[in-house]
């Protein structure tokens, strides 16, 4: 790479992230009810295709063209990938259910949390409220393709360019961090009663979204395709925290808001990225037939 070509990649990763933050931040300041939510509902459900807009508007603006755009599904050859994206966060949450209720929650009856949360019903009624979650995703999946369009399909690969994979994806998840800082300082993912408000969850959600990031990364470059990741993303949103939600008390949940975050939002995608990464250096270091 000459230093010309460097110089215009950083513009264009500049500009992708200002086109990416001024219209999120300029939302979620101006229609924030300052208690973590926003009284416009048309801006908060716009607020996830910013990244996809801020790439497609980058190209336009720096004529670079479509290049590697990841729109194409390749579903027949990643099928597992595809299963994963979509089976994954909720087990995922399982775990983070049983990981915080020994730590948090360990005095209190699941069972009779989930019938007291599901009016009685218990897990009679927590399956079909699953399913029904995983249509709605499926509804929203414009809004997670939104975000991976940008994050997934754009920043990660320009970066990727001047950086190691990892570092790369380490820049993009504080990116991607500090694109829901206005949300977090009004209180959103983490609630407001922690010590160090709002500055430490917003540190804390930088970090959260580092391994997430990897992981999120892993599912594009090996599929070609950004839809696994936005399959994942919606899925994380809407589905992930239906256990913990069904089996965890209110002052447990409220007493430590951003350790539950932290380890749901985290935790996991920590683990496997971990596991990816050992599994690339060896895969690296193992000799050629």
């Known amino acids: 790479m000459t230093a010309d070509e460097k110089k215009l990649l ?29 009284t ?10 910013y990244p996809a807009i801020a790439n497609i508007l980058t190209r336009i603006i720096t004529k670079e063209g479509k290049g590697e755009h990841y729109l194409k599904a390749n579903l027949k050859k990643h099928k597992a990938i595809y ?3 979509l089976i994954g966060p909720l087990i995922v949450g399982i775990i983070n259910l049983l990981v915080t209720h020994c730590l948090f929650d360990s005095s209190a009856d699941m069972g009779a949390l989930l019938r007291e949360n599901l009016d009685g019903n218990g897990m009679d009624m927590l399956i079909p409220v699953v399913i029904s979650t995983y249509f709605s995703a499926a509804v929203f999946i414009v809004m997670g393709f939104g975000e ?8 990660t690969p320009k970066l990727e360019k001047i950086m190691p994979r990892f570092a ?9 961090g500090l694109w829901h800082a206005p949300m977090i300082w009004y209180g959103y993912d983490f609630g407001r009663d922690y010590p160090g408000f709002p500055y430490v969850g917003i540190l804390a959600m930088c970090a959260a979204c580092i391994p997430l990031s990897y992981v999120l990364t892993w599912m594009t470059e090996k599929t070609k395709s950004v839809y696994p990741a936005a399959i994942c993303h919606m899925v994380i949103d809407t589905v992930m ?4 939600a ?3 008390t209110q002052t447990s949940y409220d007493e430590h808001s951003l350790m539950y975050g932290i380890i749901v939002l985290g935790g996991a995608p920590l683990v496997i990225s971990i596991i990816l990464i050992i599994k690339q250096s060896i895969t690296k270091k193992a000799p050629s037939a």
């Open 168 to 176: 790369a994806c380490a820049v993009t998840g504080v990116v991607w």
């Open 10 to 38: 950083i513009k264009r990763i500049g500009i992708f992230i200002l086109l990416c933050f001024i219209p999120n931040y300029a939302l979620e300041i101006g229609f924030s009810d300052h208690k973590g939510r926003l």
């Open 83 to 85: 299963a994963g994206a």
């Open 148 to 155: 991976e369009f940008g994050w997934r399909a754009y920043l």
């Open 241 to 244: 925290n239906l256990p913990l």
């Open 246 to 248: 069904a089996m965890t």
């Open 40 to 49: 416009s509902a048309a801006a908060s459900q716009t607020l996830m295709l």
